[in-house]
């Protein structure tokens, strides 16, 4: 299995401006070279090198192998867009946007990512330093910093390139590594994941994970965009420059610690993780609109990945279930009626007259839906031998 590690560089105040000049030569190669495909129509890798390698060299000062990620990386964002206008992406043929991307270069911005490989980029793991590349020369005992388990991570499992990133005037590496998956053992139970808003993730047996405090920041970081925009001052946007990716990463780490603490309670009692499948929400819920803003500032997927790959590294047992009727569904007569969910957090069933947290509810459905979408996988189909 893949896992991306970030680390974070900690350059001199002379090594900076030397990183930052490195990201800005590449991604202006890049955005010549992005050109020369599109107008000769030339998207082989093989092709295009012949075209633009002595050009790229000689133009902007980048050595033989830079080049060649300069070329490799141009050529990665043109399969990117025609597998995206493949998938439908950019919208049905003849649309405005799908015909915007068709009629222009694929640009790069100046401080986009910059993919370097071995040649171009040594680590050396016990200095917690590494030694790469730059347009000024080769800038060795360049320190970073992760980690105790990250950089294990790194030492035994690296492989391929890594890319360099710039954010808010701080450099990052971003590396590959291919850890092995732990066996998955045979689950003793299941904990069914009740995803939500009000309560982002809630399993029987566990303390739900509520959403207020997630809630509660990004309330607080709309409030301030909305005053930042009215005020339109250049440092009222700089300051919302500044602060673009805050909300993202404070919902990144809410997801991660949630994901942690399902996995190892699935992992200390050796249950599997039944998910929601909650593919097309978005498409399929009709809210209003500031519920609108609600759904779609919600990380499902990020959470259900992070799910998927701690528990695939943890060798715990991750299937995915159909999330139809699970709210409205009494976990202990199986009795389906849409008035059983009296309330968010209420739940009451018609037949049997059974009182619970509606949310608790849900997680035992799922988790009967995920046994039984477990033992139905395990079983074989093959027709037995006469």
């Known amino acids: 299995m893949k896992i991306v590690m970030q680390v974070k560089l900690l350059p001199s105040p002379e090594q900076a ?32 090198q012949k075209l633009v390698y002595g050009a790229v060299k000689a133009e902007f000062g980048l050595s033989a ?7 490799k990386k141009v050529v990665d964002a043109y399969a990117a867009l025609r597998a995206n206008i493949r998938a439908g992406n950019l919208g049905r043929p003849g649309s405005k946007r799908r015909a915007k991307a068709q009629s222009k270069p694929v640009s790069f911005r100046e401080n986009a990512a910059q993919p370097f490989d071995d040649r171009c980029l040594s680590w050396q793991y016990d200095a917690r330093a590494v030694s790469i590349w730059t347009t000024a020369g080769r800038m060795k005992n ?13 030492r ?18 971003i590396a590959v590594c291919e850890v092995p998956a ?3 053992a045979e689950p003793t139970g299941w904990l069914g994941v009740d995803l939500g808003i009000v309560n982002i993730a809630t399993v029987d047996g566990m303390k739900p994970m509520t959403g ?6 990004r309330k607080r970081q709309l409030d301030l965009r909305r005053k930042l925009q009215a005020k339109g001052t250049k440092s009222a946007k700089r300051l919302l420059k500044k602060r673009n990716r805050t909300e993202a990463r404070h919902a990144a780490n809410t997801n991660h610690i949630i994901a942690k603490t399902i996995v190892t309670e699935a992992e200390r009692t050796g249950k599997g993780i039944a998910l929601e499948d909650l593919s097309g929400i978005r498409d399929r819920a ?18 259900g990945s992070f799910l998927a790959y701690k528990a695939q590294r943890a060798g715990v047992a991750l299937v995915h279930v159909d999330p139809a009727y699970t709210s409205q569904t009494c976990a202990d007569c199986h009795h389906i009626d849409k008035r059983n969910r009296v309330s968010q957090a209420l739940f009451v069933c018609r037949s049997c007259g059974v009182v619970a947290h509606a949310d608790r509810n849900a997680s035992r459905n799922i988790a009967r839906k995920g046994e039984a979408a477990w033992r139905a996988g395990r079983e074989s189909r093959v027709p037995a031998t006469p």
């Open 142 to 154: 360049l320190a970073f910093a992760c980690s105790p388990e990250a950089l294990k991570t790194l």
């Open 17 to 48: 401006p030397a990183l930052g000049a490195t990201l800005r030569a590449c991604n202006r190669a890049a955005d010549a070279v992005s050109v020369t495909a599109f107008e000769n129509r030339v998207f082989s890798r093989n092709d295009l």
């Open 212 to 217: 207020r405090g997630l809630n509660r920041h």
């Open 182 to 184: 732990a066996p998955v």
């Open 286 to 303: 009709r809210l209003r609109k500031p519920q609108q803003v609600t759904l779609h500032s919600w990380a499902f997927h990020q959470l």
């Open 65 to 71: 192998q830079p080049a060649v990620r300069v070329v």
């Open 156 to 173: 035994l499992y690296r492989k391929g390139e890594s890319d360099l990133v710039e954010r808010d005037g701080m450099f990052f590496l």
